[in-house]
């Protein structure tokens, strides 16, 4: 899959959010400081090797899994525990980059800083006092027929997935359908 978002996969989404250009659907969700989740991740034993490949699926849905690739360099990450999925059949694609944030938690407060700057373009854009959190973020490139979405698992698990020749909507489904928060239970 052409994919330019992926070699600068949190830079272009923080700048993206930033300049006001992303969407998001709405979710409350339990607020944290700062500190105490960068202390909790500080504690936490990152996932293991073995334990991304238990989890990996080999479908979802009728995508096939056909590369993946665990603790690779990732692009304006320090992670040292993520893992690269691409799921694929003959007229769709998607591509999964899912980082343990756990002894990182530098890749988690990008996460929660992009949504809340999506949260504040919203508050501005509807005159709402109190913005609900995002589930996720996503951005549309209609130019390649592909969609991005970013969100966060239990602010623990960062989750960038681009899925090709399909809505916000369905990709979404394909994700949910993987459950990844599986891989922190």
């Not at 238990?54 to 990450?77: A, C, E, G, V």
């Not at 005159?127 to 969609?147: D, T």
Request: net charge positive; with cysteine; charged share 30%.
């Amino acid at each position: 899959m052409k994919n330019k978002i992926n070699t600068n996969i949190f830079l272009i989404i923080i700048l993206t959010i930033f300049y006001g250009n992303a969407q998001g659907n709405l979710q409350n969700d339990n607020p944290i400081s700062i500190e105490a989740l960068t202390q909790k991740l500080n504690k936490t034993e990152p996932l293991t090797e073995k334990q991304y490949k238990n989890w990996t699926p080999k479908r979802t849905k009728d995508l096939k899994r056909t590369k993946y690739n665990i603790n690779t360099k990732i692009p304006h990450s320090d992670s040292t525990s993520n893992l690269n999925i691409t799921y694929k059949n003959d007229a769709k694609e998607i591509e999964l980059i899912i980082i343990d944030c756990a002894k990182n938690a530098t890749d988690m407060e990008m996460i929660l800083f992009a949504f809340d700057m999506d949260n504040q373009f919203k508050e501005k854009e509807s005159k709402e006092k109190k913005p609900s959190k995002p589930v996720y973020i996503k951005k549309i490139n209609e130019e390649e027929h592909s969609v991005q979405i970013l969100f966060e698992i239990n602010k623990r698990i960062a989750v960038s997935a681009v899925g090709k020749n399909m809505n916000p909507e369905e990709l979404w489904e394909y994700i949910t359908h993987l459950h990844i928060e599986k891989l922190i239970k």
